[in-house]
């Protein structure tokens, strides 16, 4: 099937959404189970102890502690606004940030950083011009600390819908903003799957929705999640590629199986870089990752950089570190999602 499909269903009793590409599954969501803090939850928190040698300092959360790696002009004891950055490591404090946004789907209101930005994907003037108007009127008479960036969903968008999405992260922020004195509390839910699928997938491009019981069955989306609990993925030719998470780094193998051609070296690494994003981002895997690609000559090298740098250009907050002397390729990948692993153990 052609196009972009967002499916909204549930998942092990869960709240679940994927977003289908071209009949490719290139997105999921899967809310976890009981209280687990969701990434883009705001907290008023206060500051607890420094922690020598990482820079850092601890926050108290009404449950637990977060971590704040800013710590210029914190002080234990002073309370502060954080929003969580990302899942929590098992063991590990809450990774949360002083730089709070407040988004929506056509909207984000930016506390401290002034100003207005709209996305670059949308090159009309003219549109750019009348966004700039709406933007203007949203934002008359708020206080100057606070900025807006307008997304690039606002191109095909309704006026009035985008004007209430300005007036409804405004006023969010405001409230927050206002709302520093008292003990640690949440202040502003994470979203969930559904929310997030819509605030973030959901664009003039997306052709199609499904959304109710057994949606996830008529578009085999359980069949592709059961295939992401397994190590192995199979590319093209007979090759594979093994991804392992382990408890310092995320290990990949590429191997060419059965061909033992002069090319099937590259053939089989160019198929596991192009997809090896995808297959992160699903699987919900960062930190350090580690390929250990298959043989091939030295001198083929510059083109699986190429390929590498190409596939992984939007896949968010991604370092490419390259080639170790062992012949092992590092990247590092931020941690945006619990591990899918984690969030359906018995599953598959």
């Known amino acids: 099937m052609k196009g972009r499909l967002l499916v909204l269903d549930e998942f092990a009793g869960r709240q679940a959404a ?6 490719r599954l290139e997105e ?6 009981g209280d687990t803090i969701l990434p883009g939850a ?12 990482q820079g850092g300092i601890f926050v108290k959360l009404p449950a637990g502690s977060g971590f704040l790696r800013q710590v210029s002009g914190v002080a234990p004891g002073q309370r502060l606004l954080v929003q969580v950055t990302g899942p929590t490591e098992p063991g590990k404090a809450v990774p949360v940030s002083t730089r709070l946004l407040f988004k929506s789907r056509f909207a984000i209101v930016t506390p401290q950083a002034p100003g207005l930005n709209i996305s670059r994907r949308i090159r009309d003037e003219d549109r750019r011009t009348t966004l700039a108007a709406l933007a203007e009127a949203g934002m008359s008479g708020a206080d100057a600390t606070l900025g807006l960036i307008l997304r690039s969903g606002c191109l095909a968008a309704d006026d009035g819908a985008i004007a209430e999405d ?15 004195a008292g003990p640690p509390e949440l202040l502003v839910d994470g979203p969930s799957a559904h929310d997030l699928a819509f605030r973030d997938w959901l664009d003039p491009a997306v052709d199609d929705a499904d959304s109710g019981p057994k949606s996830f069955e008529r578009h085999a989306v359980g069949d592709a999640v059961a295939a992401l609990l397994s190590l192995r993925i199979a590319l093209e030719a007979g090759a594979h590629m093994l991804i392992e998470p382990t408890r310092a780094l995320v290990a990949v193998d590429v191997n060419t199986g059965a061909d033992t051609s002069p090319a099937a070296g590259l053939k089989a690494n160019i198929a596991a870089a192009r997809d ?10 960062g930190g350090q990752v580690v390929v250990d690609f298959a043989p091939m000559p030295k001198r083929d090298r510059h083109i699986l950089d190429q390929v590498l740098k ?12 390259g080639w170790t002397t062992l012949g092992l390729y590092e990247l590092t990948r931020k941690r945006d999602r619990l591990p ?5 153990p018995r599953a598959g």
């Not at 006023?171 to 927050?176: D, P, Q």
């Not at 190409?310 to 570190?321: R, S, V």
């Not at 899918?340 to 359906?344: G, S, Y």
Request: net charge negative.
């Open 340 to 344: 899918l692993a984690e969030l359906l």
């Open 276 to 285: 090896l994003p995808r297959q992160l981002r699903l699987r919900g895997l």
């Open 18 to 23: 994927a977003l289908i590409v071209d009949g």
């Open 28 to 33: 999921l969501a899967i809310d976890p189970e």
């Open 42 to 53: 705001i907290y008023r928190t206060v500051a607890d102890r420094p922690v020598k040698g």
């Open 166 to 180: 300005i007036a409804a992260m405004r006023g969010l922020a405001e409230a927050v903003l206002a709302d520093l």
């Open 310 to 321: 190409a596939a992984f250009k939007t896949d968010g907050e991604t370092n490419l570190a």
